[in-house]
């Protein structure tokens, strides 16, 4: 059965530092890897996703994440975080049906 | 071009109620999957339908149940309310352009007293 781990449930940061919210998977088959973003009373939207192909993947807002099939993880980075990036992040990954980890929450501070 | 929309926002019912939740795909969409998440929790995967027909299930009761209409918009029926019903319910569309992407509604946040 597929399953994510995030590994940090909270994740604080000061202003324009980088970040790195990680996130790992297991899988007996092969995976399509998602990270999305869920803003306060808000729907989840989409930052990026692993396919297939290049394992460095970028996506919106400044982020990319890197596949590592080795290590098993999907970890999202970002080199410079604004205030706005606070958030709820999610890493999921899809075989047949979409399954999430608990999330990460990334606090910014001025 | 239209996202995937949801409604109501938000449902206030009482225990042994029944409720019903609507979703609109995005435009060239055919597939729904319907989330449910708890408060500090991952969606976790109800269903999902594709042609009118219940493709995949999780692992939820059958006081849960679904359709999905000609024109792909779908509902998601709740039996039998208990408290622990209370949740984000998020819909989420794919269609054959990009099968392995979900695009995910607002969500209707149903509370259950």
């Known amino acids: 059965a597929q399953s994510v781990t995030q590994l940090d449930s909270q994740v604080p940061v000061f202003e324009e530092a980088p970040v790195e919210l990680r996130c790992n998977y297991s899988s007996s088959v092969s995976v399509y890897l998602f990270w999305y973003v869920q803003y306060p009373n808000q729907g989840l939207q989409l930052l990026l996703k692993?396919?297939?192909?290049?394992?460095l993947v970028k996506g919106i807002n400044g982020f990319e994440a890197e596949f590592n099939k080795s290590q098993t993880s999907f970890h999202l980075r970002k080199p410079s975080v604004h205030i706005s990036d606070t958030a709820e992040y999610f890493c999921?990954?899809?075989?047949?049906?979409?399954?999430f980890g608990t999330g990460t929450r990334l606090q910014v501070f001025p | 071009d239209a996202g995937v929309t949801q409604s109501p926002t938000h449902l206030i019912k009482t225990r042994g109620q029944q409720v019903t939740l609507r979703c609109s795909p995005k435009s060239g969409h055919d597939t729904v999957s319907w989330y449910q998440q708890a408060l500090g929790q991952g969606p976790q995967f109800i269903f999902q339908y594709y042609e009118e027909e219940e493709r995949q299930r999780g692992n939820f009761p059958d006081r849960f149940s679904g359709h999905q209409f000609p024109n792909y918009s779908s509902e998601l029926n709740v039996n039998a309310l208990l408290l622990g019903d209370s949740a984000l319910y998020l819909c989420?569309?794919?269609?054959?352009?990009?099968?392995?992407?979900?695009?995910f509604g607002p969500g209707t946040r149903l509370t259950v007293l």
């Open positions: 999921a990954v899809n075989t047949d049906k979409l399954i």
């Open positions: 692993y396919l297939s192909g290049s394992t």
């Open positions: 989420a569309s794919s269609g054959w352009r990009d099968t392995d992407t979900q695009y």
